[in-house]
Nanobody
Framework: QVRLVESGGALVQPGGSLRLSCTASGLMVNYRAVGWFRQAPGKEREGVSCTSSNDGKIYYEDFVKGRFTISRDNAKNTVFLQMNNLKPEDTAVYYC?????????????????????WGQGTQVTVSS
């Protein structure tokens, strides 16, 4: 049975940092691309970042470039999202998901249907 479990979400002040984890079971993340998405209240889910397992490419949405870093520890079957300089607009439920193939699609990595397995999400709240 495939399962993705996100953790690390919390309440943090603006300017603070968090590291989210996405741990997989039932599949090996080193054979798949893994993406992070988020959904703010009243908004659609949006792509945040994607990390490939084969070609090594990483993608970020513009609104997190320079602040968020995606990384993977294949030995732990885990992908991380380091989030620095958090802003109130980063408040959302953050989800990880895996693709069917090893690499993020350059044109579609931020599209939900590129991904087959999803976690249940972890809440990130940025507020003073």
């Amino acid at each position: 049975q495939v399962r993705l479990v996100e953790s690390g979400g919390a309440l943090v002040q603006p300017g603070g940092s968090l590291r989210l984890s996405c741990t997989a079971s039932g599949l090996m993340v080193n054979y798949r691309a893994v993406g992070w998405f988020r959904q703010a209240p009243g908004k659609e889910r949006e792509g945040v970042s994607c990390t490939s397992s084969n070609d090594g490419k990483i993608y970020y949405e513009d609104f997190v470039k320079g602040r968020f870093t995606i990384s993977r520890d294949n030995a732990k079957n885990t992908v991380f999202l380091q989030m620095n300089n958090l802003k109130p607009e980063d408040t959302a439920v953050y989800y990880c998901a895996t693709t069917r193939g090893p690499d993020c699609s350059r044109s579609y990595w931020f599209v939900e249907h590129e991904y087959d397995w999803w976690g249940q999400g972890t809440q990130v709240t940025v507020s003073s």
